[in-house]
């Protein structure tokens, strides 16, 4: 089955940029969207596939992605971006979706 | 406003049975495809399933293939997660979330999760 694999933890200090990347196997080829998830909270989608951001999320948060990684990128980082990042893709060869580990995001 | 609401809380002891739902509202239910996330405590998300409420298709992770029933009511707009008998396991926090478009799209809207403990 096609694996997601994530950094365990990400630091950064505020007002810097925080990269998360996320590995699969050609995932630059597949659509790859991220969420974020705080504390006690239902996850939020942060970025999708397109680059696309919901009503309300910064525009901080940007997406790419190029051969076996995609990476998430939140620029100008706050105390309250601090939360668990995962991506996700889906897989057509197995026709199922998968999630990545997840990455704890701590703002120094 | 487009929103997923899930049912309560649920307390089960080992071998019993469990349908959880996830009520859809604000969109056109049958057109979308809605998912299933397992969280175990302390632990990151999982995919367990889908459903195309419109005709009923459904894919599962073969991870829980056999363990578990999606299930939908296009009627009501209800998607539904059963256990025909449950296992200490079982417990964690089950999201239902709807996918944009297709499959290859994100989940953009979630439910605010039902917390299944199974327990002696």
């Known amino acids: 089955s096609y694996v997601l694999t994530q950094p365990p933890s990400v630091s950064v200090a505020p007002g810097q940029t925080a990269r998360i990347t996320c590995g699969g196997n050609?995932?630059?080829?597949?659509?790859a969207h991220w969420y974020q998830q705080k504390p006690g909270q239902a996850p939020v989608l942060v970025v999708d596939?397109?680059?696309d951001r919901p009503s309300g999320i910064p525009e901080r948060f940007s997406g790419s992605k190029s051969g076996n990684t995609a990476t998430l990128t939140i620029s100008r980082v706050e105390a309250g971006d601090e939360a668990d990042f995962y991506c996700?893709?889906?897989?057509?060869?197995?026709?199922?979706?998968?999630f990545g580990g997840g990455t704890k995001l701590t703002v120094l | 406003e487009v929103q997923l609401v899930q049912s309560g809380v649920e307390v089960k002891k080992p071998g019993e049975s469990l349908k959880i739902s996830c009520k859809g509202s604000?969109?056109?239910?049958?057109?979308?495809?809605i998912g299933w996330v397992r969280q175990m405590p302390g632990k990151g998300l999982e995919w367990m399933g889908i459903?195309?409420?419109?005709?009923?298709?459904?894919k599962y992770s073969p991870a829980f293939q056999g363990q578990v029933t999606i299930s939908a009511d296009k009627s009501i707009s209800t998607a539904y997660l059963q256990w025909s008998s449950l296992r200490v396991s079982d417990t964690a926090m089950y999201y239902c979330?709807?996918?944009?478009?297709?499959?290859?799209?994100?989940?953009?809207?979630w439910g605010q999760g039902t917390m299944v403990t199974v327990s002696s």
């Open positions: 459903i195309y409420p419109g005709d009923s298709d459904t």
């Open positions: 979330a709807r996918h944009e478009g297709t499959v290859w799209d994100a989940f953009d809207i």
């Open positions: 604000g969109y056109s239910f049958s057109t979308y495809w």
């Open positions: 596939d397109e680059n």
């Open positions: 050609n995932i630059g080829t597949k659509s």
């Open positions: 996700q893709v889906w897989d057509s060869s197995s026709d199922q979706g998968v």
